[in-house]
């Protein structure tokens, strides 16, 4: 199935015809020529194929190119004005922030995203932070990074965990469910937690919502955080299992692409899950086997608890996305059924119209033809005609293409 798509890329106007299945990375690459933007995991989990679609950061990979419609797409070739690099392509090159070269297309998108949202962020906010603390520069610096993926690392007596939590945000007539990294950063008797987008997760626990739990006891605290994020996983993927529920029964009475289309980005959103709570749970499998966190006597169950929950949540979002696959392959055949069974009824049609018009043919040449000088010529011409047409249409029927 193939979709009309208009949008824009670096403020100029594109109209493509595109699969179904068509990524937004394969568009740019190889549609567009625009070869900045780069192929590494095509899994989401590298961040090289970073581009800006509607002032926020997002993976070409994961994005379906029937979702472009009306969409402003930036990407790495639209930093710089002509020949005018920007001020961010300049700073990287002036502090050699290059790497290989591969991925630093997808880091000035990041940063480029970072930036606008937050266009003043200074070096003193973070050196303030990291000196009051002596924090390791690099700890907030990577829990801000939207392409962090999730860890957990130790350096003399501070320690930094980097988890995906959900984010959701309203768009157009709906939501969109995608997550952030979540950084928790240990240091002497002080937990600071760091993230580009404010979490409901962490709101929770400062407007005193959540009962039982103590600050003093740090590793007690983080695992509680760790547990309310589990659970806000399985919150939110049962929030995407009624919307794809909704978006079916639509789908079962109108058959239109737009319902497809939600179906789509629904399926988007249990693939960022899916990526994230495998990541968390390589952090939890690695609390549990090393001793990184001085626990509690009940650490060890709380730890065991948050590690189910987020097993739990990996498994509803792989059946969820198999149904949700399944669902939207069905739902493609039908529509292409349906298509097809249109087709052979017009063929049909057509077959039964066009015998009239083949007698009408026959009989208006400039020769002699039979009836031609008897005096109900015409009407027994007709007469013919509709009869054989009358045949035909019962033959069809018959073989039932009506």
């Given at each position: 199935?193939?979709?009309?798509?208009?949008?824009?890329?670096?403020?100029?106007?594109?109209?493509?015809?595109?699969?179904?299945?068509?990524?937004?990375?394969?568009?740019?690459?190889?549609?567009?020529?625009?070869?900045?933007?780069?192929?590494?995991?095509?899994?989401?989990?590298?961040?090289?194929?970073?581009?800006?679609?509607?002032?926020?950061?997002?993976?070409?990979?994961?994005?379906?190119?029937?979702?472009?419609?009306?969409?402003?797409?930036?990407?790495?070739?639209?930093?710089?004005?002509?020949?005018?690099?920007?001020?961010?392509?300049?700073?990287?090159?002036?502090?050699?922030?290059?790497?290989?070269?591969?991925?630093?297309?997808?880091?000035?998108?990041?940063?480029?995203?970072?930036?606008?949202?937050?266009?003043?962020?200074?070096?003193?906010?973070?050196?303030?932070?990291?000196?009051?603390?002596?924090?390791?520069?690099?700890?907030?610096?990577?829990?801000?990074?939207?392409?962090?993926?999730?860890?957990?690392?130790?350096?003399?007596?501070?320690?930094?965990?980097?988890?995906?939590?959900?984010?959701?945000?309203?768009?157009?007539?709906?939501?969109?469910?995608?997550?952030?990294?979540?950084?928790?950063?240990?240091?002497?008797?002080?937990?600071?937690?760091?993230?580009?987008?404010?979490?409901?997760?962490?709101?929770?626990?400062?407007?005193?919502?959540?009962?039982?739990?103590?600050?003093?006891?740090?590793?007690?605290?983080?695992?509680?955080?760790?547990?309310?994020?589990?659970?806000?996983?399985?919150?939110?993927?049962?929030?995407?299992?009624?919307?794809?529920?909704?978006?079916?029964?639509?789908?079962?009475?109108?058959?239109?692409?737009?319902?497809?289309?939600?179906?789509?980005?629904?399926?988007?959103?249990?693939?960022?899950?899916?990526?994230?709570?495998?990541?968390?749970?390589?952090?939890?499998?690695?609390?549990?086997?090393?001793?990184?966190?001085?626990?509690?006597?009940?650490?060890?169950?709380?730890?065991?608890?948050?590690?189910?929950?987020?097993?739990?949540?990996?498994?509803?979002?792989?059946?969820?996305?198999?149904?949700?696959?399944?669902?939207?392959?069905?739902?493609?055949?039908?529509?292409?059924?349906?298509?097809?069974?249109?087709?052979?009824?017009?063929?049909?049609?057509?077959?039964?119209?066009?015998?009239?018009?083949?007698?009408?043919?026959?009989?208006?040449?400039?020769?002699?033809?039979?009836?031609e000088n008897a005096p109900f010529g015409f009407w027994m011409v007709l007469g013919i005609s509709v009869v054989a047409s009358v045949a035909a249409f019962v033959l069809l029927w018959r073989k039932k293409m009506?």
């Amino acid at each position: 199935m193939e979709y009309r798509v208009k949008f824009y890329v670096n403020d100029a106007p594109v109209e493509l015809t595109v699969p179904a299945n068509r990524t937004l990375l394969s568009v740019l690459r190889d549609d567009l020529a625009l070869t900045g933007t780069k192929e590494g995991c095509g899994a989401g989990e590298c961040g090289a194929c970073t581009v800006i679609m509607d002032g926020l950061a997002v993976n070409a990979c994961l994005i379906l190119a029937p979702e472009l419609n009306g969409k402003h797409i930036e990407t790495v070739e639209g930093l710089a004005k002509g020949d005018q690099l920007s001020p961010l392509q300049e700073s990287f090159i002036e502090h050699m922030a290059l790497q290989c070269g591969f991925c630093t297309p997808g880091m000035l998108m990041s940063a480029e995203s970072l930036l606008r949202e937050n266009p003043h962020p200074t070096r003193e906010e973070i050196d303030g932070i990291n000196a009051r603390f002596a924090l390791d520069p690099t700890y907030i610096q990577s829990a801000l990074d939207e392409e962090e993926s999730a860890r957990i690392e130790r350096d003399g007596d501070q320690t930094l965990i980097i988890v995906d939590i959900p984010y959701v945000e309203a768009e157009g007539n709906g939501y969109s469910y995608t997550t952030v990294p979540l950084g928790i950063i240990m240091v002497d008797d002080v937990i600071i937690t760091v993230s580009t987008r404010e979490s409901t997760i962490i709101t929770d626990f400062t407007e005193e919502r959540i009962r039982g739990f103590w600050t003093f006891k740090r590793t007690r605290f983080i695992l509680q955080l760790l547990h309310r994020n589990a659970s806000r996983f399985l919150a939110y993927l049962k929030q995407i299992d009624k919307a794809s529920m909704f978006v079916q029964t639509r789908l079962e009475a109108s058959m239109r692409n737009q319902e497809l289309l939600q179906m789509m980005k629904l399926e988007k959103s249990l693939v960022y899950f899916s990526t994230s709570l495998k990541g968390n749970e390589m952090v939890l499998e690695k609390m549990l086997r090393m001793d990184m966190l001085r626990k509690y006597p009940d650490d060890s169950d709380l730890l065991e608890d948050v590690i189910i929950e987020n097993k739990q949540a990996m498994e509803m979002c792989a059946i969820y996305r198999d149904i949700m696959s399944g669902t939207m392959d069905a739902f493609a055949s039908i529509i292409s059924n349906n298509l097809n069974v249109v087709m052979k009824v017009l063929t049909s049609l057509t077959v039964v119209l066009s015998i009239p018009t083949l007698f009408a043919s026959l009989w208006g040449m400039n020769v002699g033809v039979p009836f031609e000088n008897a005096p109900f010529g015409f009407w027994m011409v007709l007469g013919i005609s509709v009869v054989a047409s009358v045949a035909a249409f019962v033959l069809l029927w018959r073989k039932k293409m009506f």
